[in-house]
């Protein structure tokens, strides 16, 4: 170790630690001073070690630039209160953990007396500043990597302390990279053809920046390009950093990196060179018709190019191509082109068909540009002048109705100095006369001659010719077409106002009738249906040629069937000529809804028992259909189904109708019976319509006699049972519920006769009636023991609905007093039944 005195006022040392095998050293900065102040005092703890730089550390020591070829840092060791430091150790170690590079003191040991003698009080200084050249201890240069410095250091009392371990990377390599490009030469035009130049920049090692910098001939920075990690292949477009082109000339592109541990690397791509300025081309021709025939006359035609040479030419090509665009001839080389002597022979010798033909020269440069120009176009004629002329229609009508007052002949001819159009009558007479120069177009004709003056009906002729300026003659284009102006009246009637097309075979169908004045040169015909509104919903028949006298209609579009409502057949007759002929029938119904009905009857109870009070029932139908009412008809059924009561008419239905409850034959209604009213009726064109309706019938209280004292009798047959027992509960809920509501409203009428007792019957059909012996027996042992159970089982229903007992006595008759006979099967029902007879 050693050190030397700047001789400043704080005395400030600087030393150097030098490994005993060479000059290599740890560099250091001690400060007497504070080394003084610090050793004052002793007590125990960690010992502050720090060496004030935070990071990884990047340095290049072997490259001796001057730049990071060494790494410094500040090194501050406070020994604690009443203690003196007594060694300390630097080193550096590998990433395996070996040393490279160690620096290490420590004071002596000393006997115990010397040591309590202030003036013997040793110790260590560190360093203040420590600087490593990224060499070993043996003075060779580590190899690239990362490394570590680690400082600790020792006091006399045992205390330790260790400086936060601080990474040093060693990067003696600099950065690399390879650049290349396809071409240098390149012409930013926009042609599409070496407008960019691609810059290839492979093999990048990754730095923190690279830099990339486009210069001109005199080191103008131009474009700079910045890339993070590996730079990436790209393409200069022409452009400056401002956007605008940079002008032509030679530049050169240089890219550069500089990384972190200082060292920098710069590689340049010379020699790219920008071109700006375009290449004209051009064809010239001689003349821009000819006739290659052989016959010395206009046989070739002479193709001069014209092209820019300021710049080296790589190759060039004339081609000669048709109208469509398809190549015929093809001459290509690489020095000036001479003038060409085209022959109007093709690629395969032979002579080209008549046309129009172009020429287009491309001259490739060696900066990329392709320049291509065209020749006007020449006509190659071998042929006489040809036309093609057709009459638009073949039969005219102009009688101002707007549609095909006019004929057009449509012609297409060669290009030729004159054509002239002639039109003739029948009789070979000219009538008009027109001129074209060059090429026809159309022509119309509106029916006049020369002087405006409409023409008779009749078959014209058209003729076109020309003589072209060779002499050859066109052979005459010809057309004919008839002028006919008659008018073509039409009507169409139909064969009712209203049908019903609901598939049932009745008023399903309707006629329409046409009548057509003018038959001949017809083109088409429709016959359209159009709704109430006047809109087209389709068309029902077409045809050519003839219309039939009779179409019919089943109220259907394309399989559809048009819903109800009033709609019109609308007729369209096209003829050849032009005309358009339509008529309109009358509005038409389709009904396929059937009437609608509703019923009401008063009173809510019918009762026709004679007293008075309910005994006619009030009956109203309506009717609302969109077709009048043929007729109607109203039918009340009995409970098993049977006609009991019906009504009819023509038209609607006469309301009201009342009724007193008996039926056709006399019959007076079961008591408490439901009665169903089904009401119907049926619209002009059949659609049937109908309606139900329930009659309840009120519990009906009878007179035996005319005489004010005659026994009041009631009959029942609305109690159902279940078969062969008095029980009526156990039966479905919608039974039991009009059973107890039937003996509710017997009871109700019972109390209003209270002076009166009851006798309750109960009356049975017999099965054995055809049979007397049988029936007998039948009545004996089971109907009447029946009846009478079921009398009693009543009567005990009406006890529970507050009927007295003692007004109420039962009996039993079985099948011995019928209402009908057995044997009426449809009506033996109402002898089924529960009789009570109110006597005074």
């Not at 690239?144 to 990377?169: C, F, H, M, S, T």
């Not at 012409?187 to 990339?212: C, F, H, K, S, V």
């Not at 393409?235 to 240089?254: C, H, T, V």
Request: with cysteine; hydrophobic share 35%.
């Amino acid at each position: 170790m050693s050190y030397s005195d700047r001789g400043d006022p704080g005395h400030t040392f600087f030393g150097e630690i030098t490994s005993m095998k060479n000059s290599i050293s740890f560099l250091f900065v001690l400060n007497i001073a504070i080394v003084a102040t610090l050793a004052g005092c002793a007590t125990t703890g960690e010992i502050p070690v720090d060496l004030g730089s935070p990071g990884d550390i990047h340095i290049s020591p072997a490259n001796q630039d001057g730049i990071q070829d060494d790494v410094t840092f500040d090194l501050r060791v406070l020994p604690l209160e009443r203690t003196r430091l007594t060694r300390y150790e630097i080193d550096v170690t590998n990433l395996a953990g070996r040393p490279v590079r160690t620096i290490r003191e420590e004071v002596p040991h000393i006997s115990w007396f010397r040591r309590i003698l202030p003036r013997n009080r040793k110790s260590v200084d560190p360093p203040e500043v420590v600087l490593w050249d990224g060499r070993d201890d043996a003075g060779a240069y580590v190899p690239d990597g990362l490394y570590y410095l680690n400082v600790r250091a020792w006091d006399n009392k045992g205390n330790q302390g260790e400086a936060p371990v601080q990474r040093i990377v060693v990067d003696n390599t600099p950065p690399d990279a390879q650049l290349s490009a396809p071409f240098l030469l390149f012409t930013p035009n926009g042609d599409g053809r070496n407008d960019r130049i691609p810059i290839y920049q492979r093999r990048a090692t990754r730095e923190d920046l690279w830099t990339g910098r486009i210069h001109d001939r005199y080191g103008a920075v131009i474009r700079e390009y910045l890339w993070e990690g590996v730079p990436e292949d790209f393409e200069w477009d022409g452009l400056g950093d401002e956007g605008r082109p940079a002008p032509e000339g030679l530049y050169s592109y240089i890219l550069s990196a500089t990384d972190r541990a200082g060292n920098s690397a710069a590689f340049d791509l010379a020699g790219i060179e920008l071109e700006l300025t375009a290449r004209t081309v051009g064809l010239a021709l001689d003349r821009y018709a000819f006739s290659p025939n052989g016959d010395g006359v206009a046989d070739t035609v002479t193709i001069t190019p014209r092209i820019d040479l300021s710049t080296p030419v790589i190759g060039w090509s004339v081609e000669v191509f048709d109208i469509q665009g398809t190549v015929q001839r093809m001459y290509r080389g690489t020095s000036t082109p001479e003038p060409i002597l085209f022959d109007g022979y093709g690629a395969t010798g032979v002579v080209l068909p008549d046309g129009e033909y172009r020429a287009a020269i491309t001259v490739e440069y060696r900066g990329g540009q392709q320049p291509r120009s065209a020749s006007p176009v020449f006509v190659l004629d071998n042929t006489p002048p040809r036309a093609v002329v057709r009459a638009g229609r073949t039969v005219f009508s102009p009688d101002g109705d707007g549609r095909n007052d006019t004929v057009e002949f449509i012609q297409s001819s060669t290009t030729e100095q004159e054509w002239t159009g002639l039109l003739t009558n029948a009789a070979g007479e000219t009538i008009r006369s027109l001129l074209w120069r060059g090429e026809v177009s159309n022509f119309i004709w509106d029916g006049t001659d020369a002087e405006g003056e409409a023409v008779p009906d009749g078959t014209y002729t058209y003729t076109l010719n020309s003589v072209d300026e060779a002499g050859n003659a066109a052979r005459p284009a010809i057309a004919r077409v008839r002028l006919d102006s008659r008018p073509t009246p039409v009507a169409v009637r139909t064969s009712a106002s209203r049908f019903s097309p609901n598939g049932d075979g009745l008023h399903d169908s309707i006629t329409f009738t046409t009548a057509v004045t003018v038959t001949d040169g017809i083109q088409g015909w429709t016959l359209a249906i159009r709704n109430a509104e006047g809109r087209h919903l389709g068309i029902v028949s077409a045809g050519r040629n003839m219309v039939p006298q009779e179409i019919q209609w089943y109220g259907a579009i394309e399989g559809a069937r048009l819903p109800d409502g009033l709609y019109r057949a609308h007729l369209e007759v096209s003829y050849e000529k032009g005309n358009l002929a339509t008529a309109q029938t009358t509005a038409v119904q389709i009904d396929t809804v059937a009437p609608v009905l509703s019923i009401r009857t008063t009173p809510e109870r019918f009762s026709p028992d004679g007293d008075g009070i309910d005994d006619v029932l009030t009956i109203r139908i309506d009717v609302r259909d969109e077709s009048p009412i043929a007729r109607w008809s109203a039918i009340l059924y009995d409970r098993e189904g049977q006609v009991f009561m019906n009504w009819s008419g023509t038209g609607s239905p006469r309301n009201p109708i009342r009724w007193d409850g008996r039926s056709s034959t006399g019959e007076l209604v079961q008591s408490a019976q439901d009665y169903l009213l089904v009401a119907e009726a049926v619209d002009v064109v059949q659609n049937r319509g109908r309606a139900d309706h329930t009659v309840p019938v009120d519990i009906l209280v009878l007179r035996d006699s005319e005489s004010p004292d005659s026994d009041l009798r009631i009959q029942i047959t609305s109690i159902y049972f279940v078969p062969f027992t008095a029980d009526y509960l156990n039966l479905d809920p919608e039974t039991v519920a009009r059973n107890l509501e039937t003996l509710d409203r017997i009871a109700e009428v019972l109390r209003r006769y209270p002076d009166r007792t009851v006798r309750i019957e109960g009356h049975a059909v017999s099965v054995f009636w055809y049979d007397p012996v049988r029936s007998n027996r039948e009545n004996q042992q089971v109907l009447i023991p029946l009846s009478r159970s079921r009398a009693d089982a009543i009567r005990a229903a009406l006890v529970e609905r507050g009927i007295p007992a003692r007004r109420m006595t039962t009996a039993g008759y079985g099948g011995t007093r019928p209402m009908v006979p057995h044997g009426d099967l449809e009506n033996r029902w109402k002898s089924r039944r529960v009789e009570f007879v109110l006597q005074q």
